[in-house]
């Protein structure tokens, strides 16, 4: 399984921006997914995740203003980010797991891949 994300760009404060994570191989439409992101100097923190049932858990400090989805018959996930800050600066990840409900941990993720950069302006 392989996961290649898309959509990181530099943008202003206020600003949008999708990112899409393709993934090629095979995995079950009921997987866990979710999106995670890593800022300098700091450890890697869950952003959003959607279970295999659809349920979403989004971190506190994106609620509001993130959105994750997929498209099953695409095999693609999203991120959907608006009102973008200074502090969602950092490298996006998506990662996948092969079960129903998502990982406490961010070491139970099965997969994950290189990332895209967000840098968002002030």
């Known amino acids: 399984v392989q996961l290649v994300e898309t959509g990181g760009n530099s943008v202003q404060a206020g600003g949008s921006l999708r990112l899409s994570c393709a993934v090629f191989?095979?995995?079950?439409?009921?997987?866990?997914m979710g999106w995670f992101r890593q800022a300098p100097g700091k450890e890697r923190e869950e952003v959003a995740i959607i279970g295999g049932d659809g349920s979403t858990r989004y971190a506190d400090s994106v609620k509001g203003r993130f959105t994750i989805s997929k498209d099953n018959a695409k095999n693609t996930l999203y991120l959907d980010m608006n009102s973008l800050k200074p502090e969602d600066t950092a490298m996006y990840y998506c990662?996948?797991?092969?079960?129903?409900?998502?990982?406490?941990?961010?070491?139970?993720?099965?997969?994950w891949g290189q990332g895209t950069q967000v840098t968002v302006s002030s």
């Open positions: 191989g095979y995995i079950y439409s009921r997987d866990c």
């Open positions: 990662a996948h797991y092969y079960g129903l409900r998502c990982p406490t941990t961010v070491s139970g993720y099965n997969h």
